[in-house]
């Protein structure tokens, strides 16, 4: 269960980005995980509660953009997906094929609480 691991990193980079910008409380963070990095959303999901608990994150929504596998080949050019996965390209057999999406574990994008909308 790997996920603990990668929650515990996207909180520690969310929490020092909101204690340089002076967020109080993150409503929301939106993350892009590839699927090579075989991560279970729903754990995930579990993990970033569990972790965020006693921090401005606790409570947040961790919403999870599944990014899928894109493969291309230097030789001939082609792309494919998971759908063909093959260590050769399934098209011309080169062994020197490039992952070009598929391994992300980005933040995409962190909403916080409005202190204004607050105050109204």
Do not use: Y
């Amino acid at each position: 269960m790997h996920e603990f691991s990668l929650v515990k990193a996207v909180i520690d980079s969310v929490e020092s980005l909101a204690e340089e910008n002076g967020w109080k409380r993150i409503e929301k963070v939106t993350l892009r995980i590839g699927a090579m990095r075989q991560v279970v959303p729903e754990i995930m999901r579990f993990a970033f509660a569990a972790a965020s608990r006693d921090s401005r994150l606790q409570g947040a929504e961790l919403d999870i953009e599944p990014v899928p596998i894109l493969v291309r080949c230097p030789r001939c050019g082609r792309k494919w997906g998971e759908e063909r996965m093959s260590v050769l390209c399934p098209f011309c057999g080169s062994p020197d094929a490039q992952m070009e999406q598929g391994m992300e574990l980005n933040i995409d994008s962190i909403e916080v609480e409005d202190d204004d909308a607050k105050k109204n």
